[in-house]
């Protein structure tokens, strides 16, 4: 969630966990290259968040801060108290960092486990009616936080949802608990000089309404091209930018479970030829698909062929709300081009 605060945090006492040896909550850092998820998932559950290093290669985050350079350039502070530069559209002003994120194998694999959502209800007696949707694009930003920047409050980004989940044992963390996992890449070096993520790992076992304890923060600094995971309802907040001169550039790319609103409104701003110009499946992450089996459709169909005109897209086995096999309606023995379409005359 982006978020700006005037009020500044308690001043934190770093590292803290640190010092009486191996932390009960370490940050990890794993290479990105790894076959294996397990460990960065387990990493994960366990301390809240991970880092995951080398995600970007050098020309990636050259390319990535042109591609963007003129745009933030464009952007100007909104005070002088605030000197931060904030982007929305990560879709709109990196597509080739956007499509890279969302087509990656360790980011998907991860988000897909944490937040795939599944369902089962019943139509009638005996028709069992089991859905499964994995997770869609919460919200993207691009920021560059300039010198002087004061610390952020530090927070959840998931209250957004409203989300209530009672503290347990790490050993008690089931895979459903959380709504949303923040995403950070780094564009330039974040230090705790520059104002690097202050984390509180472990926080995400807390109870929703519990405080956070600013003694236990720790600084999640990142190399240039590194990725940060986190749990988004562990505990953080931006570090003060205390240098001259060092601007912290960083990308996000959050993730949500699909059935829950948005939290940046894509759909009403983003030009419908710029969706179209990404790979389907990067179109469905970015929320133009339905929720299986019926959330978020316009005109009965998926957005990506009612809105998009993609012809066949809808990846549900019937367009009309029916998706038990055997139970077909009159609808579902038709594409929703020969039907819907033609009827309203956009096919
Ligand atoms: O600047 C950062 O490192 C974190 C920003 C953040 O947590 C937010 O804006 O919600
Ligand atoms: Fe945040």
Not at 250 to 269: C, G, I, P, S, T
Request: aromatic letters at 8%; one cysteine or more.
């Amino acid at each position: 969630m982006s978020m700006t605060f005037t009020v500044h945090a308690p001043p934190a006492t770093e590292n803290v966990l640190k010092l009486s040896g191996e932390p009960e909550f370490p940050i990890k850092s794993i290479d990105w290259n790894i076959k294996n998820l397990d460990e960065i998932i387990n990493s994960i559950k366990h301390s809240g968040c991970v880092r995951v290093k080398g995600f970007l290669n050098a020309d990636e985050i050259a390319a990535s801060e042109a591609a963007v350079r003129p745009a933030l350039d464009a952007a100007r502070y909104s005070s002088p108290e605030d000197p931060t530069k904030r982007l929305a559209r990560l879709p709109q002003h990196c597509p080739a960092l956007t499509e890279k994120i969302l087509t990656d194998k360790v980011y998907l694999g991860v988000m897909d486990k944490f937040l795939t959502i599944r369902h089962t209800s019943w139509l009638g007696a005996s028709k069992k009616f089991q859905t499964e949707e994995v997770p869609i694009v919460a919200m993207s930003s691009i920021f560059e936080v300039g010198p002087g920047m004061h610390a952020q409050d530090l927070h959840r980004d998931d209250s957004i949802w409203y989300n209530p989940f009672p503290a347990i044992k790490p050993e008690e963390y089931q895979f459903g608990r959380d709504v949303s996992i923040s995403f950070f890449v780094a564009g330039t070096r974040t230090t705790v000089a520059n104002g690097a993520t202050k984390v509180i790992p472990g926080s995400h076992l807390t109870a929703a309404d519990s405080q956070p304890d600013p003694s236990k923060v720790v600084d999640a600094e990142l190399e240039a091209g590194d990725a940060f995971f986190m749990l988004s309802s562990c505990y953080h907040g931006a570090g003060a930018n205390s240098t001259e001169d060092e601007k912290r550039l960083v990308y996000a790319l959050f993730m949500q479970k699909a059935h829950l609103r948005q939290e940046e409104n894509f759909a009403l701003f983003l030009d419908h030829d710029l969706v179209r110009s990404y790979p389907i499946d990067v179109q469905r992450r970015l929320g133009y698909d339905v929720c299986v089996p019926n959330l978020g459709w316009v005109d009965h169909a998926s957005p990506l062929e009612s809105v998009l005109k993609q012809k066949g897209a809808d990846k549900r086995n019937m367009p009309g709300y029916n998706p038990v096999e055997g139970v077909a309606d009159e609808r579902a023995k038709h594409s929703w081009h020969e039907t819907e379409a033609k009827a309203l005359g956009t096919a």
